[in-house]
């Protein structure tokens, strides 16, 4: 068996990842503080110590001193703003409606087709290099079907695995006709790294009876009170189902954590965002009284990253602040700490139940497919290592993230992506910024 450490990404379709500690995430199959993931073509054939008797004409990939673990999945991000990068980190969610979506020179409207598919490419290849190898894009700029021509185009020439969310616009709904033909002509197979479901911004129950009757996965927006109402109607008409992911879920009342659970949703929870924007404390608890175990996800980038490093240390932090603050009142009988491996299957397996891929992602199960992540242990903010969870969800970040295999491709190798030109790439996307900001009639000030 040849050896592949660091001099080129492997090529051989069989694959032995060898030797590291191994997080599975499948209950039924036990975590290893050393052991192996063979890997045929795009699937994951066996997880186990010492696999050396199987992996006959393997290339082995030596994980010495590596957490191996399933890639992260990302649960809604609006990937386009890829241009758009820390531009109103400083300010709330009104600010980012006027300025970003829909104000009088909103920088939305600067956005034309290649705009957008280099916006797409950027952010999907940062999730990739971060460790994450499946994305919900919930990108809501799709003014016509060129737009959207160019969002599919993105996803799929970075190489991650997504689900691409149709929407009819940002507060209307009336281009049925143009989801057929983006249905017929890019998402005709269920087997491609590329999926399709419905998104939404404002709740519109006419969505939730298109998703019904098309027989779509829907990822919708819902926080607050018109949200709430929205879910009521929809849950009167029957129209809600384990079809569902609701995104954010901030300012609900329990009823509505109670039809959510009672129909089978999954809910994303973008703890980082939601503190920043001021858009409510992640109910990453109130789920959890339900019985429900989020999702998490990193949302805009015009206001913070998009590694689920940081949304996984937000999520953590913002939880065990609120118990916390219950134990210091006095309170008795107070929900337990959200731990590591809880944040973790956030972050892996509840993210592959929301995005309808759980037969296939979010964890190191054999027969699912080979998206594998493998992060650096021996680097100088993680070692020595002592407990892999604590380490990955505490004190890891995207310098960590050595190796990314989707479907058993490398996609990153070595701490570099694979086949991706960076500063060619660095200059488009800045020319392109600049495009977006003259045809909106704004100036770039970088201080």
Known sequence: MATSSGSGSPSQPRKLIKGGTVLTMDPAIADLEIGDVLIDNDVIAAVGPGL??????????????????????????????????????????????????????????????????????????AQISAGVTTTIDTS?????????????????????RAVFTYWGGLFQWDDWDD??????????????????????????????????????????????????????????????????????????????????????GSISIAPAIEMEMGQGLPPIQQSLDHSIQPSLSSDVETNMTGDMFSVMRAGFISQRHEI??????????????????????????????????????????????????????????????????????????TSNVRHVLIAGTARKWDGKLVGVDLPTLAAQAQAARDRVFERSGRKVRLV
Not at 59 to 70: L, N, Q, R, Y
Not at 87 to 96: G, K, R
Not at 153 to 159: E, H, P, V, Y
């Open 324 to 397: 916390n603050n219950r134990l210091h009142a006095g309170e008795t009988g107070v929900p337990p700490l959200v731990t590591t491996r809880d944040m973790l299957q956030m972050a892996t397996t509840a993210g592959a139940r929301a995005a309808r891929l759980e037969s296939k992602v979010g964890s190191l199960t054999p027969g699912k497919q080979a998206d594998i992540v493998v992060l650096d242990a021996q680097a100088i903010n993680a070692f020595p290592l002592n407990a892999a969870p604590q380490s990955v969800v505490t004190l890891m970040d």
């Open 140 to 160: 809501h700029l799709q003014k016509t079907p060129e737009h959207r021509d160019a969002l599919i185009a993105g996803l799929r020439d970075s190489g991650l």
């Open 52 to 125: 050396d008797s199987q992996a006959a004409g393997a290339e082995v990939i030596d994980a010495t001193g590596m957490i191996v673990m399933p890639g992260f999945v990302n649960t809604h991000m609006h990937m386009y703003h890829g241009l758009l990068r820390g531009l109103v980190a400083d300010d709330l969610f009104d600010t980012y409606i006027d300025v970003v979506t829909i104000g009088e020179r909103s920088l939305d409207a600067g956005h034309g087709p290649e705009e957008m598919r280099l916006g797409v490419l950027v952010a999907a290849l």
């Open 179 to 264: 989801l057929d033909r983006v249905r017929s002509q890019y998402f005709s197979s269920g087997d491609q790294l590329l999926t399709l479901a419905l998104g939404g911004g404002s709740p519109d129950v006419q969505v939730w009876r298109e998703a019904r009757r098309r027989e779509l996965d829907i990822v919708a927006h819902t926080r607050g009170d018109e949200g709430a109402a929205a879910i009521r109607r929809a849950h009167e008409e029957s129209l809600l189902g384990p079809h569902a992911t609701y995104i954010h879920c901030t300012h609900f009342p329990n009823d509505v954590f109670e039809i959510i659970r009672d129909t089978g």
